[in-house]
T-cell receptor
Framework: AQSVTQPDIHITVSEGASLELRCNYS??????LFWYVQSPGQGLQLLLK??????LVQGIKGFEAEFKRSQSSFNLRKPSVHWSDAAEYFC???????????FGGGTRLMVKP | SAVISQKPSRDICQRGTSLTIQCQVD?????MFWYRQQPGQSLTLIAT?????????ESGFVIDKFPISRPNLTFSTLTVSNMSPEDSSIYLC????????????FGPGTRLTVT
């Protein structure tokens, strides 16, 4: 069975600082990996995805993520955080078995001025 | 990408009643999904809805409680039946298209409170 772990429930960073959100997955084959962001009262917006190829993927809003098979990780990064990045971030893994997405527990990002 | 709308955006319902949530996609999509997000929690898949076939429910979710319709390639409904306070959640629909693994695009969600 596939699973996703986001070890950090809450993270607080200062505006302008760099950010890394951790994601570890468990999946028996090549995973399909996603990062979504959910602002308060909103649905989920897709930030980026990894299907194959280059292990460093670029997304929207200046985010990037790196797939590391040896570590079963897909960490999300941003070099300089803006106050508008404060939100809940979800990592998800999918596979061909019904195309079901399994979500991690989420990381709530707070940004200090 | 697909743009997805949901109605209602929120509702407060009494115990024992039912609520039908509508999900509309701006383009034809192969698969639609319904998720539940309980307060402060992550998303849990309720069911997958393919046009022209019965919905496929995940463990812990049953058709009598969460009947789903998928009459065409742009629309789906989820009904939450015989509601109890434990059903208070955000219900989100998503859509994917293409072959193999899909990107999924999410609607804004329906915030349901059962009193």
């Amino acid at each position: 069975a596939q699973s996703v772990t986001q070890p950090d429930i809450h993270i607080t960073v200062s505006e302008g600082a760099s950010l890394e959100l951790r994601c570890n997955y468990s999946y028996g084959a090549t995973p399909y990996l996603f990062w979504y962001v959910q602002s308060p009262g909103q649905g989920l917006q897709l930030l980026l995805k990894y299907f194959s190829g280059d292990t460093l993927v670029q997304g929207i809003k200046g985010f990037e993520a790196e797939f590391k098979r040896s570590q079963s990780s897909f960490n999300l990064r941003k070099p300089s955080v803006h106050w508008s990045d404060a939100a809940e971030y979800f990592c998800a893994v999918g596979g061909n078995a019904g195309n079901m997405l399994t979500f991690g527990g989420g990381t709530r990002l707070m940004v200090k001025p | 990408s697909a743009v997805i709308s949901q109605k209602p955006s929120r509702d407060i319902c009494q115990r024992g009643t039912s609520l039908t949530i509508q999900c509309q996609v701006d383009s034809q999509v192969t698969m639609m999904f319904w998720y539940r997000q309980q307060p402060g929690q992550s998303l849990t898949l309720i069911a997958t809805a393919n046009q022209g076939s019965e919905a496929t429910y995940e463990s812990g979710f049953v058709i009598d409680k969460f009947p789903i319709s998928r009459p065409n390639l742009t629309f789906s409904t989820l009904t939450v039946s015989n509601m109890s306070p434990e059903d208070s959640s955000i219900y989100l629909c998503s859509a994917g298209s293409g072959q193999g693994i899909y990107e999924q695009y999410f609607g804004p969600g329906t915030r349901l409170t059962v009193t």
